[in-house]
């Protein structure tokens, strides 16, 4: 499975020219040619809660789900088409959308982990839903940037069955090495492959980071972006990844009676 990261320089409240650009983009990387194209977080309107208008969200994701699935179908791609802002039942939600190849929207994920620093769980509804699917009969799961710093969701995916972790992000910049670090440490603690794809750019004062990374299940970089537009590009061997997996058995060695206080809740203080 080759995977092509489109870190794209989001638009801030401009839906229109940001789809122009995700289509300009997705064609570029199709040059590559890759099973799978990958977009950054709400890449619609930009990671702006409560500064974006609810207006600009995307009723039920109709377009965003008309518009790539036309393009997944046109060229035969898987896409997972990062996450936008959708409204759905009056709600406004951070929602990712997965293509196959014939254009059939076979996944959909609600963000579960909303940011409280920037008001997002404010601004938007959390999903209630962890989500595999699988891409050319390989299991995939998705979590979206901030869902990275919980370790349990990416091992929840892990024990379905999920071989690689998809991880569309708007991450900014004073924080991408922790970005980096995590995005190793789920890779190898799940000895998953992890692609992450940032969005770069600046909105409402914030900058975003980029450095979109592809790594393998021991944390090794299989491709890597700086901090503009770019699109990176790497090639998964699954056969490795089992050659890991009989190395290091960690999910035969885990000692699941002994992580009951996992699961409890802490009152915010």
Request: aromatic content about 8%; some cysteine.
């Amino acid at each position: 499975m080759k995977i092509s990261c489109i870190q794209m320089n989001v638009r801030a409240g401009n839906p229109e020219e940001n789809y122009s650009r995700a289509e300009q983009l997705i064609r570029k990387a199709l040059t590559q040619r890759p099973d799978v194209i990958l977009l950054p977080e709400l890449w619609n309107t930009g990671f702006a809660p409560g500064k974006i208008d609810p207006a600009l969200a995307d009723d039920d994701g109709t377009h965003t789900k008309d518009f790539c699935a036309g393009l997944a179908k046109q060229f035969g791609i898987n896409l997972i088409a990062g996450s936008v802002l959708t409204r759905k039942s009056g709600m406004l939600y951070n929602t990712a959308y997965v293509f196959d190849r014939t254009g059939d929207c076979i996944a959909e994920y609600d963000k579960t982990h909303l940011f409280s620093p920037s008001g997002e769980g404010e601004a938007y509804a959390a999903g209630e839903q962890i989500v595999t699917f699988m891409l050319d009969g390989v299991d995939c799961g998705i979590m979206i940037c901030y869902d990275l710093r919980f370790a349990e969701l990416a091992r929840a995916m892990a024990l379905s069955g999920a071989k690689v972790l998809f991880i569309p992000a708007e991450w900014p910049r004073r924080r991408t090495e922790q970005m980096r670090t995590l995005l190793r440490a789920r890779a190898i603690e799940n000895q998953q492959f992890a692609a992450l794809c940032n969005g770069c750019g600046t909105a409402f004062g914030t900058q975003f980071g980029g450095s979109s990374a592809i790594v393998d299940p021991l944390g090794n970089l299989l491709a890597k972006a700086g901090r503009r537009e770019r699109i990176i590009t790497a090639e998964l061997n699954f056969e490795a990844q089992e050659r890991i997996r009989r190395e290091l058995p960690i999910f035969l060695d885990r000692r699941p009676e002994l992580y009951g206080a996992i699961s409890q809740t802490v009152d915010r203080q």
